[in-house]
């Protein structure tokens, strides 16, 4: 009777740690995830600010060139993966729309010039 009761615990006891591994390792996979996805758009924005605090330094806009997903500044590389890009000019201020990585992260910056 007494290793029944003893086996019993044991199963009841492997159930229990069975379902924390399950719940524990879906919580872990939803924070990985999640981090992952707040680490990408993180690093594009400050990506994207840096691009934007250049170009208000160089003041000079007309300078920039948007082909092949790519923004070129004087033929130099400035800012890959960018799927959008319009920039309009309005009493010495200028508007760029920009968007980057399939129009995930978007920012519109107004320059003044």
Not at 20 to 37: E, P
Not at 57 to 64: A, R
């Amino acid at each position: 009777m007494k290793k029944s009761i003893v086996l019993l615990e044991l199963i009841i006891s492997l159930l229990l740690f069975s379902i924390i591994a399950v719940v524990s390792s879906k919580m872990m996979y939803t924070l990985v995830k999640t981090n992952t996805s707040d680490l990408f758009i993180t690093e594009n924005n400050l990506i994207l600010e840096t691009t934007r605090l250049f170009l208000i330094k160089q003041n000079t806009l007309s300078d920039v060139e948007f082909r092949d997903a790519k923004l070129y500044f004087q033929n130099y590389l400035l800012l890959k993966n960018v799927s959008h890009y319009s920039s309009r000019p309005y009493d010495g201020i200028v508007t760029i729309n920009i968007c980057v990585h399939d129009n995930k992260i978007c920012q519109t910056w107004k320059i003044k010039t």
